[in-house]
Nanobody, 121 residues
Framework: QVQLVESGGGLVQAGGSLRLSCAAS????????MGWYRQAPGKQRELVAD???????NYVDSVKGRFTISRDNAKGTVYLQMNSLKPEDTAVYYC???????????????WGQGTQVTVSS
């Protein structure tokens, strides 16, 4: 009954920008941390950035200064603004959220379906 739906991926040239969006839907009591992971071919999935409900953020070193994570708590939506994109940013990006559904009473981890980001040189 709880789902994460993400959008905003695509193909851009190096130096360009994209903004990813991920919206949580369903009967939700609360949303704690929300974040973005990515997985490139042949590599492990890695945390790109996350954000707590109070607004504190974390970023992997490779994207600091280029990516910005934000959230709209009223909408249950998290965003990832990606600027100065590099070919090495190419990956499938997955939305992630720690959510407590109203009918469950305990937090569960949810994942979006993934969206492809391709950066050409």
């Amino acid at each position: 009954q709880v789902q994460l739906v993400e959008s905003g991926g695509g193909l851009v040239q190096a130096g360009g920008s994209l903004r990813l969006s991920c919206a949580a839907s369903g009967v939700i009591r609360s949303i704690n941390v929300m974040g973005w992971y990515r997985q490139a071919p042949g590599k492990q999935r890695e945390l790109v950035a996350d954000i707590r409900s109070g607004g504190s953020t974390n970023y992997v070193d490779s994207v600091k200064g280029r990516f910005t994570i934000s959230r709209d708590n009223a909408k249950g939506t998290v965003y990832l603004q990606m600027n100065s994109l590099k070919p090495e940013d190419t990956a499938v990006y997955y939305c992630n959220a720690d959510i407590t559904p109203l009918v469950v009473g305990r937090s569960l981890m949810y994942w979006g379906q993934g969206t492809q980001v391709t950066v050409s040189s």
